[in-house]
């Protein structure tokens, strides 16, 4: 039985040699990794950073009343292009209780005022009319005359002034109670005009709703939003790790989602001098003002990405960045370039703007020069 054990692993071991022995000597009949090769190319490389934001006019107006009441009519819908002084709707006033009231009140007062200062007026009259008899006669002097003229013409003006007063007052009652008073003609307060001109973009009311005055506690109802299209911008936000990468007056590509295949110059000149947290990041707000070369009509609101243009180079010698090695001490550059079959050397270069793909060759290779693919991948399945 102990002869058997033993030679059973004696087997055992001899097996395991011999499959130790297969495996060396398959490995040692393994092809060598062989190296492909690419060469440098003349492309255009262009370093940019991308923003998101959207459309919108440079210059939008909101077209607020001067009065409060309810919308009579409306004359104009989104899209219409108008100009100013254009009418966009009327209203039809509800009196405010209260200051009707204060109106009639203010009414009567100066009612009162005007009978007194006619009354004063006319008692001035006659004492200017005795002086003056008085005078021609020399029983006065004309000291005493001249004063009695003086006192005459302040009453004349007095009522005069509070006549006026009146006439103010019951004008303020007209307005308060039916929005308009006469003389005031096409100025009616109750006429909502365009105050720019442009195109309607939004029309936020309908017959019937009630509207407020924009005042010193209330910024009004928006009656209609008017823009000049012509002039719009782009207006977007940018991550605080990319914003002390770009300038006032970089140029801008920009891209509209609901446009295919077009692209829209641009310039950056504005970047906030404060930035705001959004969703665990500061983001710093800027804005472009497009160059309109064409007639598409861009809508705004529209959803737009904007590629900043951080640095160019057009038609150089460049290569992908893939192939770069850097030297672990020195951190400097280098690629190996092919001598022979699959025999490299090292090449120190010197680098320009990269894109993230590919980068500039400044110097230190030439065109046509087979530039080692170091970091090849290996193919499923392959012994290479």
Same mark, same amino acid.
């Given at each position: 039985?102990?002869?058997?054990?033993?030679?059973?692993?004696?087997?055992?071991?001899?097996?395991?040699?011999?499959?130790?022995?297969?495996?060396?000597?398959?490995?040692?009949?393994?092809?060598?990794? #062989?190296?492909?090769?690419?060469?440098? +190319?003349?492309? @255009?490389?262009?370093?940019? @950073?991308?923003? @998101?934001?959207?459309?919108?006019?440079?210059?939008?107006?909101?077209?607020?009343?001067?009065?409060?009441?309810?919308?009579?009519?409306?004359?104009? #819908?989104?899209?219409? *292009?108008?100009?100013?002084?254009?009418?966009?709707?009327?209203?039809?006033? #509800?009196?405010?209780?209260?200051?009707?009231?204060?109106?009639?009140?203010?009414?009567?007062?100066?009612?009162?005022?005007?009978?007194?200062?006619?009354?004063?007026?006319?008692?001035?009259?006659?004492?200017?009319?005795?002086?003056?008899?008085?005078?021609?006669?020399?029983?006065?002097?004309?000291?005493?005359?001249?004063?009695?003229?003086?006192?005459?013409?302040?009453?004349?003006?007095?009522?005069?002034?509070?006549?006026?007063?009146?006439?103010?007052?019951?004008?303020?009652?007209?307005?308060?109670?039916?929005?308009?008073? $006469?003389?005031?003609?096409?100025?009616?307060?109750?006429?909502?005009?365009?105050?720019?001109?442009?195109?309607?973009?939004?029309?936020? *009311?309908?017959?019937?709703?009630?509207?407020? $005055?924009?005042?010193?506690?209330?910024?009004? @109802?928006?009656?209609?939003?008017?823009?000049?299209? %012509?002039?719009?911008?782009?207006?977007?936000?940018?991550?605080?790790?990319?914003?002390?990468?770009?300038?006032?007056?970089?140029?801008? %590509?920009?891209?509209?989602?609901?446009?295919?295949?077009?692209?829209?110059?641009?310039?950056?000149?504005?970047?906030?001098?404060?930035? #705001?947290?959004?969703?665990?990041?500061?983001?710093?707000?800027?804005?472009?003002?497009?160059?309109?070369?064409?007639?598409?009509?861009?809508?705004?609101?529209? +959803?737009?990405?904007?590629?900043?243009?951080?640095?160019?180079? $057009?038609?150089?010698? +460049?290569?992908?960045?893939?192939?770069?090695?850097?030297?672990?001490?020195?951190?400097?550059?280098?690629?190996?370039?092919?001598?022979?079959?699959?025999?490299?050397?090292?090449?120190?270069? %010197?680098?320009?703007?990269?894109?993230?793909?590919?980068?500039?060759?400044?110097?230190?290779?030439?065109?046509? %020069? $087979?530039?080692?693919?170091?970091?090849?991948?290996?193919?499923?399945?392959?012994?290479?």
């Amino acid at each position: 039985m102990k002869r058997t054990g033993t030679i059973i692993t004696l087997i055992i071991i001899l097996v395991c040699f011999c499959i130790g022995i297969w495996y060396i000597y398959s490995k040692d009949k393994k092809d060598p990794v #062989v190296y492909e090769t690419e060469t440098p +190319s003349k492309q @255009t490389i262009v370093k940019k @950073t991308v923003a @998101t934001g959207s459309i919108v006019p440079k210059e939008e107006v909101l077209i607020k009343p001067n009065i409060s009441g309810i919308v009579d009519e409306i004359f104009v #819908v989104a899209g219409d *292009v108008i100009n100013s002084g254009d009418l966009i709707a009327k209203l039809k006033v #509800v009196p405010n209780v209260n200051s009707l009231n204060s109106a009639k009140i203010n009414i009567n007062a100066l009612k009162i005022q005007v009978e007194t200062a006619r009354l004063a007026l006319e008692n001035q009259k006659n004492i200017y009319n005795r002086q003056k008899d008085l005078f021609d006669k020399g029983v006065i002097s004309a000291n005493e005359f001249d004063n009695a003229q003086l006192t005459f013409n302040q009453s004349q003006q007095r009522f005069s002034q509070e006549k006026v007063n009146l006439k103010g007052a019951r004008q303020t009652f007209d307005i308060v109670k039916t929005g308009t008073t $006469e003389g005031l003609g096409a100025a009616t307060i109750t006429e909502i005009r365009a105050t720019v001109s442009g195109m309607v973009l939004d029309v936020p *009311v309908k017959v019937g709703n009630q509207v407020i $005055e924009a005042n010193n506690f209330n910024e009004g @109802t928006t009656i209609a939003a008017i823009a000049d299209v %012509e002039k719009m911008i782009f207006e977007g936000k940018v991550d605080e790790s990319e914003v002390g990468k770009i300038t006032e007056d970089l140029p801008l %590509e920009i891209t509209v989602g609901a446009i295919e295949n077009k692209k829209f110059d641009a310039v950056l000149d504005y970047i906030a001098p404060k930035g #705001v947290s959004e969703n665990g990041a500061i983001q710093f707000e800027i804005k472009g003002t497009l160059a309109k070369k064409d007639t598409t009509f861009i809508r705004a609101g529209l +959803s737009a990405n904007a590629s900043i243009i951080l640095a160019k180079a $057009e038609d150089v010698l +460049s290569i992908k960045e893939a192939l770069v090695q850097y030297d672990p001490e020195t951190k400097k550059p280098f690629v190996e370039v092919s001598v022979g079959d699959q025999q490299f050397e090292r090449k120190d270069v %010197e680098l320009g703007i990269s894109d993230g793909i590919n980068v500039e060759i400044i110097s230190g290779l030439g065109e046509g %020069e $087979e530039i080692k693919v170091w970091n090849q991948l290996k193919a499923v399945g392959s012994d290479r």
